[in-house]
């Protein structure tokens, strides 16, 4: 303990120094070389390190595990398998649920966190108190999606039949005469599911009602009042007025939602750990590591992420490069 | 997560003046109403749970939390003081403290570099490779894990702090890199030029212009890569977990109880809000820059 913060604190101030120190350091040295020289080389020296961890910890793994996808299970010799590991994704009815699994996670979770979003910005905007509801709704992002599941499972505590209901939300239906459900435990209609991907609104909402709002409030006042003035009601002033103006930033806010939904892990790990039919992708690839050691099905499963993201990538580049061309 | 094609909005945290359109009466009492049942629907799970974690163990399994309100009162700090001393959850809130600072500063220069370089040097393949790097924002953790794991096992890396100071220094680049890049390329030229007329090199008009006048910048990153690494479960669970669970992160420590079923259940709570109270302060204290840093530019995961 005393030793790790020894070295936490050396790292602290070190890293930075030693950064700051080869800046310097290498501008003396470059300045010894003619002005042509310099300027190409300056460049590459800044962005080295940077470029240096991206290799390492993104560009260069990613190549490695699509290569191992082709591989078989054992690890001291890894036996080429082709298309194997894939085959075993698309045929194995574990597999094949968790994959239907994610499409609902990637539909009703950018659905509803989208949707609730808008209106709450909507909402909220005509309210003095916005400041207040917005702070409400948004806090759940700030804290740990482990800590979400805590408190969830305490709203969604099952006890049986005749006994007081400790979880809240068994004892608000209970009040109505329904229930109670075991919201977790209920692979039916794949019930638990959808309990999940609630949690997962309800830390989300907040995110989509930040953004969309501050496009909201950048629309000029002044094209919302012309449409007014011409005899627009206040619904066909938001239909064809501010939802086409809000067209972009909705459709950046669902690309991130969709991502945030395919990679979704930390909940399902800390509350089902995928059983009750509530397997993801992302656990599935855990478990195969972990559990049955394959690292060639892990690195497959990997391989399907990433193929899945692909296209928003594409997405995102575009949107990016429309931006600039902009600026 | 993605990139965000919002320019310079306005703050969440700065309250409108006041209703910008006008309503009717009815109508405004239907408003109110929905906003009201939405925010209690919001605070209701937290508050639950905050009721919950000091409640004594004996009736939490026999009624629900809102019957606290009622007499008799049962509070205790049982649950917490139960926390710090037998669940290993006072270590782990340690831990996570020695995880997530390294980890913040460590991508905050390496980004600050490179974002100058992108922002201000002219090279050859520059567009194209910050384009990579925009790419790489979206690519999943997951596809990273196994090479980057085995390299750490063949360092005898796995299971130190070392790991995850450089794992998430490597996954915070990207964003990190590119909220800086838009914001540094957003200062005016005419401040770099005049510095060089004046005869400042490079190192200089990054240390007297660039990094004093991003501040604010460099605020929203910081709140916003500390909440992702003192939130995050995954990396800790791989490059730490199987080989030396005395430095876990709160997260892995709090999953761990949860799964456990057995004797600790009813300390979660108070676990949940231990592991809750950094985020919540950083959240109320410097809402402006954490929101900043989602609108302004960027988003990451």
């Known amino acids: ?327 | 997560m993605t990139i965000l094609a919002v320019p310079e909005a306005p703050s969440a945290a700065e309250p409108e003046p006041a209703a910008r359109r006008p309503v009717r009466p009815r109508r405004k009492l239907v408003l109110h109403l929905a906003v009201v049942a939405l925010m209690i629907i919001w605070v209701t799970p937290t508050l639950g749970l905050l009721v919950s974690s000091f409640r004594p163990q004996s009736v939490l399994s026999k009624s629900g939390w809102w019957t606290a309100f009622a007499p008799p009162y049962h509070f205790t700090l049982e649950n917490y003081q139960g926390v710090l001393e037998q669940s290993g959850i006072g270590q782990a809130f340690i831990n996570s403290l020695f995880i997530a600072i390294p980890a913040t500063v460590i991508p905050l220069f390496v980004a600050a570099f490179a974002a100058y370089a992108f922002s201000w040097m002219e090279f050859w393949g520059r567009d194209v490779l910050f384009v990579v790097v925009v790419g790489l924002l979206v690519v999943p953790l997951q596809t990273t894990l196994i090479p980057v794991l085995k390299a750490f096992a063949d360092w005898g890396l796995t299971g130190q702090f070392l790991a995850v100071w450089l794992a998430h220094t490597g996954y915070g680049l990207p964003f990190a890199v590119y909220l800086l890049r838009n914001f540094m390329g957003s200062l005016p030229r005419s401040v770099f030029e005049s510095a060089s007329l004046d005869g400042a090199n490079h190192v200089v008009s990054f240390f007297r212009i660039a990094v004093p006048m991003s501040v604010p910048a460099f605020a929203a990153l910081a709140i916003f890569q500390f909440l992702f690494v003192w939130n995050d479960l995954l990396v800790a669970l791989i490059y730490i977990g199987l080989s030396n669970s005395d430095n876990l992160p709160m997260t892995a420590a709090m999953a761990n109880l949860v799964n456990s079923l057995g004797g600790g259940w009813y300390l979660l709570g108070a676990a949940a809000f231990l592991s809750m109270i950094l985020p919540l302060a950083v959240f109320f204290g410097l809402q402006r820059y954490f929101v900043r840093g989602i609108v302004g530019g960027a988003v990451k995961g």
Request: hydrophobic share 55%; no cysteine; net charge positive.
């Open chain 1, 1 to 327: 303990m005393g030793s790790q913060l020894i070295t936490a604190v050396m790292v602290v101030v070190g890293v930075p120094a030693v950064l700051i120190a080869y800046i310097w350091g290498t501008e003396r040295l470059i300045s010894l070389a003619p002005e042509q020289w310099r300027r190409r080389v300056r460049p590459w020296l800044w962005i080295g390190p940077a470029l240096g961890f991206l290799g390492f910890f993104l560009v260069y793994p990613t190549i490695r595990t699509i290569i191992r996808s082709l591989y078989g299970k054992s690890e001291l010799k890894p036996k080429f398998v082709g298309l194997d590991n894939f085959r075993w994704f698309f045929t194995n009815a574990d597999a094949r649920g968790a994959l239907l699994d994610n499409v609902l996670w990637l539909v009703f979770l950018t659905l509803f966190t989208v949707g609730i979003g808008l209106l709450v910005a909507v909402l909220v905007d005509r309210v003095r108190y916005e400041a207040w509801a917005k702070s409400i709704i948004f806090l759940p992002l700030a804290i740990s999606m482990v800590a979400a599941g805590v408190i969830w499972k305490f709203m969604y505590d099952y006890k049986p039949p005749g006994v007081a209901q400790t979880g809240t939300l068994n004892a608000a239906i209970g009040t109505v005469g329904l229930g109670p459900i075991g919201w977790l435990q209920s692979p039916a209609f794949r019930v638990s599911t959808f309990a999940l991907i609630a949690i997962m609104v309800w830390m989300w909402t907040g995110f989509a009602m930040i953004i969309i709002s501050a496009a909201l409030k950048g629309i000029d006042p002044e094209l919302l009042e012309a449409a007014r003035v011409d005899g627009a009601n206040e619904w066909q002033v938001f239909r064809k007025v501010t939802f086409p103006l809000l067209g972009p930033t909705l459709a950046v806010v669902s690309t991130t939602m969709i991502i945030t939904s395919l990679k979704t892990f930390d909940i399902v790990y800390t509350l089902t750990n995928g059983n009750y039919d509530t397997d993801v992708i992302a656990n599935l690839m855990i478990k195969q590591m972990f559990t049955f050691g394959d690292f060639g099905r892990a690195s497959a499963v990997a391989v399907v992420l990433l193929l899945a993201i692909v296209p928003i990538m594409a997405f995102n580049i575009r949107q990016f490069r429309a931006q600039e061309s902009v600026r």
